[in-house]
């Protein structure tokens, strides 16, 4: 099983960027899929998740109107549009899925780096 995350990058303040993450070696379609972030000093914490056959969808309070997280599951890949950055969304960014009927099996992404200049 292999997840290849993409798209991390410097972005100024207020820049937009789109991470996608994806997976080999299984179906996306019966996980939770999600992105968890680790800022420099800071523990690795959920930004945003969503079960990939429905609509609930969680997101930190502090990216609600500015991430959205979303899954494609024909190309087997999940995505976090970030908009409207701001310097503490700077990290790294894991991609993470974990199967629902299972949650003990879980899977990560090698992680993207996202930085947001001022």
């Known amino acids: 099983v292999q997840l290849q995350a993409s798209g991390g990058g410097l972005v100024q303040t207020g820049g937009s960027l789109t991470l996608a993450c994806t997976a080999s070696?299984?179906?996306?379609?019966?996980?939770?899929a999600g992105w968890y972030r680790q800022g420099p000093g800071y523990q690795r914490e959920l930004v945003a998740v969503?079960?990939?056959?429905?609509?609930?969808?969680v997101h930190k309070e502090s990216v609600k109107g500015r991430f959205t997280v979303s899954t494609d599951n024909a190309k087997n890949t999940v995505y976090l549009q970030m908009d409207s950055l701001k310097p503490e969304d700077t990290g790294v960014y894991y991609c993470?899925?974990?199967?629902?009927?299972?949650?003990?099996?879980?899977?990560w992404g090698q992680g993207t780096q996202v930085t947001v200049s001022s």
């Open positions: 969503t079960p990939s056959d429905g609509p609930n969808i």
């Open positions: 993470n899925l974990v199967l629902r009927a299972n949650n003990a099996m879980a899977y």
């Open positions: 070696g299984i179906d996306i379609s019966g996980f939770n």
